[in-house]
């Protein structure tokens, strides 16, 4: 196979000099395969999730995380979760109406509300397979810092380049919508 450089075609003007096209479209190759690789392991596991539990995996991700941590302040679900708290009740209530989770208000303040598995819900739990999202999380935060830069930054320029910057993040495959607080900058733990 032969090369070919982009300073053959910058006369053209189309493309900048110094870039193999090759090596290039390779990158690019093995990027877009990536993407679909991540985006197939999600609809499985996802399609796995609902079959199983009729739950979504936004739902199951919630349920597992009660299920490891309870009894917890649905703040700290939220933090958990990487999710605004708003979006986590929007969840609970959903699961409360299928009696799966019940939320409890503390007695020293009545303000503070755990949130733990109904008999139900551990019933459930214990059928349940795993959630992408829950691998997903446990795989990030076992990485350097450097690393999840790097992916940040690189996940960063993908949603600039489908023009998605002001598309409040969706669950994966699921209807919720993540929306932080208006004040909260992107990145920022």
């Known amino acids: 196979m032969q090369k070919t450089t982009i300073r053959e075609f910058a006369s053209c003007g189309i493309l900048r000099k110094g870039i193999d096209m090759t090596k290039k479209s390779v990158v690019v190759s093995k990027i877009i395969d990536d993407i679909r690789r991540v985006f197939q392991v999600i609809n499985e596991q996802s399609k796995r999730v609902k079959?199983?539990?009729?739950?979504?995996?936004?739902?199951?991700?919630?349920?597992?995380?009660?299920?490891?941590?309870?009894?917890?302040?649905?703040?700290?679900?939220?933090?958990?979760?990487?999710?605004?708290?708003?979006?986590?009740?929007?969840?609970?209530?959903?699961?409360?109406?299928?009696?799966?989770?019940?939320?409890?208000?503390?007695?020293?303040?009545?303000?503070?509300?755990?949130?733990?598995?109904?008999?139900?819900?551990?019933?459930?739990?214990?059928?349940?397979?795993?959630?992408?999202?829950?691998?997903?999380?446990?795989?990030?935060?076992?990485?350097?810092?450097?690393?999840?830069?790097?992916?940040?930054?690189?996940?960063?320029?993908?949603?600039?380049?489908?023009g998605a910057q002001a598309l409040p993040p969706q669950l994966m495959l699921s209807s919720e919508v993540n929306l932080p607080d208006r004040n909260e900058t992107h990145g920022k733990t």
Request: glycine share 8%; net charge positive.
């Open 51 to 162: 079959r199983k539990t009729g739950l979504t995996g936004p739902q199951l991700w919630t349920m597992k995380t009660i299920g490891e941590l309870s009894p917890l302040r649905v703040s700290d679900l939220a933090k958990r979760l990487y999710l605004h708290p708003a979006t986590v009740v929007g969840i609970l209530n959903r699961l409360e109406l299928q009696g799966l989770v019940r939320r409890i208000r503390t007695t020293d303040d009545r303000r503070v509300v755990n949130v733990e598995l109904t008999a139900a819900g551990n019933a459930l739990l214990c059928k349940a397979p795993q959630v992408a999202q829950g691998l997903l999380v446990n795989g990030l935060e076992e990485l350097p810092a450097e690393k999840l830069q790097i992916i940040s930054a690189g996940l960063q320029e993908l949603v600039s380049i489908l």
